[in-house]
């Protein structure tokens, strides 16, 4: 028999709304108290470490430890940006604009939760989401449905125990998990927050629903070889060997100035990072590995995605060397269709090419990310700060990473200031509608109410500066 998702999701939605009715008369107080109990408990060791090896079990894909260290940061990274912030009835008053802000709920999210993030996603997007007085819906992918249920099972019992309505937060069934429901939730909810490929963003912003969606990601550091190399090499690595590269964020292409890069893949050879030679065999095999129908798509072969590089160098028939932990592929030629390690590839192998010096190079990366991940973000090794600020100005892209473990700072961490979050906006160069990591503030309506004042209407004397043109 047919399931009729439409008919399910609207069930879901009814209670998701019935939920958030009394949500919408919670003090700020009671709002602060529930997101606190929620990141507390989830961030607790025990089950932090359950959900972790629950998804890795379930998914294939990813790494427990970097699993559990991903739901600390975030968890806890996000209650701490919205700890003491006010997002209940009056948040602002201007005395001289005459303008005061209040702060209301959207109504029911739709949360679009990727398998590579399945563990911490939906933790995240729950905190924020009732930090708004909203209710969500989460919609994991099928690998991730089970873990998704035990996550969101805990979160509905600690709102139980606080006295806020269960249905708050709910997770769709693993049995209704499917591009059909998802599909649905985004049509019937009042906004969409979706994390996730490229073809899940797309198909969240035409739902006729207003959405936040991510651009696809497809990082490209550059090495100048003025930094310390065996310190650029050890954050490369931390960054690319994280999770097994689930993040879009992980550095998958890395531009080498040619006067250090003998250097560069000498001491990266060193930590475990095997490098594969252009127009070799290997590197055939790898590619077809990777994408199996190249020339004739670019669809990643769902086998390697996340997978430890022995395991992918084994699959592609390719010797390397005990304790590789990462591979490195020389291109020299172009861009594009015809080069596919230009692309994104979500596991522990990055492309690697020479630049002539930091013109050359900033090309380069430029002619990649027009290529895929344009909008997302870019990062450079190097103690030549004019150099990292020439990027910040001239590149079409949210994110500059400087000196820094790229996958580890780019949704926020405690060593970097941008905001924790799971859903990186690209911006309208990557087709998204912001150009931020979105947050609980993303999660608001506002309500802006004006009173009198004194004239603001300048002369033209004083508007124009006095000049006539």
């Known amino acids: 028999m047919a399931i009729d998702y439409a008919k399910y999701i609207s069930e879901l939605v009814a209670r998701a709304k019935a939920a958030q009715e009394i949500a919408n008369g919670f003090t ?48 806890k990274g996000g209650y701490r940006d919205m700890k003491g912030k006010k997002s209940v009835g009056l948040i602002e008053t201007n005395d001289v604009t ?10 029911v999210i739709g949360a679009i939760i990727p398998v590579t993030n399945g563990e911490a996603t939906p933790i995240f997007k729950a905190v924020a989401a ?8 989460l919609a994991p992918h099928p690998k991730a449905a089970k873990t998704n249920m035990f996550v969101t099972n ?8 606080y006295g806020a309505p269960e249905d708050l937060v709910i997770a769709i069934e693993p049995e209704y998990v499917s591009i059909e429901s998802s599909g649905e939730l985004m049509k019937q909810v009042d906004f969409v927050l979706a994390t996730g490929g490229t073809p899940m963003v797309k198909s969240a912003y035409s739902s006729g629903t207003p959405t936040i969606g991510v651009g696809t990601g497809n990082v490209v550091t550059i090495v100048d070889g003025t930094t310390d190399l065996d310190k650029t090499a ?11 590269a689930t ?14 890069y003998d250097k560069f893949v000498e001491v990266m050879a060193s930590k475990g990072a095997y490098t594969i030679k252009d127009n070799t065999e290997d590197k055939q095999k790898l590619v077809k590995t990777l994408w199996p129908n190249t020339p004739v ?4 072969n769902r086998h390697i995605v996340a997978q430890p590089a022995a395991k992918i160098a084994e699959l592609a028939g390719i010797t390397v060397p005990e304790g590789t932990r990462m591979i490195m592929v020389e291109e020299n030629g172009g861009y594009g269709n015809e080069f596919p390690l230009t692309g994104e590839k979500l596991s522990p192998v990055a492309e690697i090419r020479k630049a002539k010096d930091f013109e050359d190079a900033v090309q380069q990366l430029e002619a990649i990310l027009n290529y895929q991940g344009l909008g997302h973000s870019c990062g450079i090794h190097t103690t030549i700060m004019e150099r990292a600020y020439a990027m910040g100005e001239r590149l ?5 990473v400087v000196n820094m473990a790229q996958s580890l700072v780019n949704s926020g961490a405690w060593t970097c200031g941008y905001p924790m979050s799971m859903t990186l906006g690209c911006g309208t160069w990557g087709n998204n509608s912001i150009s931020h990591n979105a947050t609980w503030k993303d999660l608001l309506n506002f309500t802006y109410l004006a009173t009198p004042i004194p004239s603001t209407q300048p002369t033209d004397e004083e508007l124009f500066d006095g000049k006539e043109y």
Do not use: W
């Open 28 to 75: 700020q107080e009671k709002v602060d108290e529930l997101t606190a109990a929620v990141a507390y408990v989830t961030t607790r060791p025990e089950f932090a470490q359950q959900a972790a090896e629950m998804l890795v079990e379930e998914s294939g894909m990813g790494v427990p430890a970097n699993k559990v260290a991903k739901i600390y940061a975030k968890v």
């Open 98 to 107: 005459g303008v005061s802000v209040y702060a209301k709920p959207m109504g």
């Open 396 to 400: 079409k892209v949210t994110k500059v």
């Open 297 to 300: 798509d670019h669809v990643l």
């Open 154 to 161: 805990k979160i509905r019992e600690t709102l139980k125990k």
């Open 130 to 137: 009732i930090k708004g007085r909203n209710a969500i819906i």
């Open 234 to 244: 050890d954050l490369i690595l931390a960054s690319k060997t994280f999770d097994n």
């Open 247 to 260: 993040s879009c964020s992980t550095e998958n292409n890395i531009i080498v100035f040619e006067d250090c």
